[in-house]
């Protein structure tokens, strides 16, 4: 079975601070893994990795992808009190997506001012 | 661009009742699906459309139709509502299976008494 995880879970911090959060995939097939960020309404899009290894940054933001050790990290640097949100971490499959995305369960993260 | 849509946002049903969420897009993309949300299980795939004509199961079938009878429209049906049914519904999209971000709506949130 697919299954993909997420960690932590919950997380509260000090803004400012730097965030590490972390996603493990166990799955067959492997494509590709996105990171979606979702406020109060629905997910926002932020990056898209594959097996390449290339980082993607965005401002603040960047994550990597690690084939070796099938995980993902997600780094958030100086957070601000709008940072907080659920990351939700998924993985594509190589049927192309046909059969949708494969979501962790999140971490929420709180940023404290 | 609207982008994807759902309606209603907010819907209350009784246990047994029927109703359809509806979901639209004008973006013209050929990849539809409709997840849940429910507090710590992150989003689950419900039914998924490659095309017009064409859906097929997630992974949480059960209790639900779908039809694809145009590009833009996915609706999605409750037969018989029950309280286990009770979730964040969002409706994603996406320019076909070989693009693997997919946009999300505003989400419909129901609740089966």
């Known amino acids: 079975e697919d299954k993909v995880v997420q960690s932590p879970l919950s997380l509260v911090v000090h803004e400012g601070d730097t965030v590490t959060l972390n996603c493990s995939y166990e799955v067959t097939n492997f494509r590709s893994l996105l990171w979606y960020k979702q406020e109060k309404k629905a997910p926002t899009f932020l990056f898209m990795l594959?097996?390449?290894?290339i980082e993607k940054k965005s401002g603040r933001l960047s994550s990597i992808l690690d084939k070796k050790e099938l995980s993902s990290i997600l780094n958030i640097t100086a957070t601000q009190t709008g940072d907080s949100a659920i990351y939700l971490c998924a993985v594509v499959l190589s049927g192309g997506g046909a059969d949708g995305l494969t979501f962790g369960k999140g971490t929420h993260l709180i940023i404290q001012p | 661009n609207a982008g994807v849509t759902q309606t209603p946002k907010f819907q209350v049903l009784k246990t047994g009742q029927s109703m359809t969420l509806q979901c639209a897009q004008d973006m013209n993309h050929e990849y539809m699906s409709w997840y849940r949300q429910d507090p710590g299980m992150g989003l689950r795939l419900i039914h998924y459309s490659v095309g017009a004509g064409i859906t097929d199961q997630g992974e949480v079938p059960n209790g639900y139709n779908v039809s694809r009878s145009t590009t833009e429209d996915f609706p999605l049906r409750l037969l018989s509502a029950a309280p286990s049914q009770t979730s964040v519904y969002f409706c994603a999209s996406s320019p076909g299976t070989g693009v693997y971000e997919q946009y999300f709506g505003p989400g419909t949130r129901l609740t089966v008494t």
């Open positions: 594959t097996s390449s290894g």
